[in-house]
């Protein structure tokens, strides 16, 4: 009996002396280890598709600077229809209803006890901007306005965009 466990204490030894222990346990299928597994390479074809609200590969959003750009000929992609109002709608009354107040007046409770005067937007020099430019607004912001860029991202402002137009009526 002594003899049969050292031939097989020998056997083990000269297997696992041979290889790493992890390559042993390998030969062994009932046992998974880390080093068989399915490779997953990222950036080698098919590619999957980003999840929405990732940053994008392909480069950076245009600046649309408020001085150094022509604001008038800025087109806005997104067409003025009720599911771009209701985004509009809600993303307005996050973020600017404090200071523009519920209707665009201008008498939201923060400008009120804070900022003083904030220009109204459903009147005076706000009607007659372009879409581009209240876009670069939103975005970059201008005088005590902070920028909403990083808060309000890309379509969403064209929605808001949309939304404040039909608080001017047009």
Not at 15 to 38: E, H, K, N, S
């Amino acid at each position: 009996m002594s003899r049969r466990l050292l031939y097989a204490a020998s056997a083990m030894a000269l297997v696992v002396g041979c290889t790493t222990f992890d390559r042993a346990v390998g030969l062994v299928p009932w046992f998974t280890t880390m080093r068989d597994q399915i490779a997953i390479r990222p950036f080698e074809a098919p590619q999957r598709t980003p999840p929405p609200g990732s940053v994008p590969t392909w480069g950076r959003e245009d600046s649309l600077d408020l001085f150094g750009s022509d604001l008038r000929n800025v087109i806005n992609p997104v067409p003025r229809e009720d599911a771009s109002l209701v985004r509009g709608r809600a993303i307005y009354n996050t973020y600017c209803t404090v200071c523009h107040g519920a209707t665009g007046a201008g008498d939201g409770p923060v400008a009120q006890k804070l900022l003083g005067m904030v220009p109204p937007l459903i009147g005076g020099t706000a009607t007659t901007r372009t879409d581009g430019y209240l876009y670069a607004i939103i975005r970059h912001g201008r005088g005590a306005m902070p920028r909403y860029g990083d808060k309000i991202l890309g379509r969403d402002r064209w929605h808001v965009v949309n939304y404040v137009r039909t608080l001017q009526g047009q």
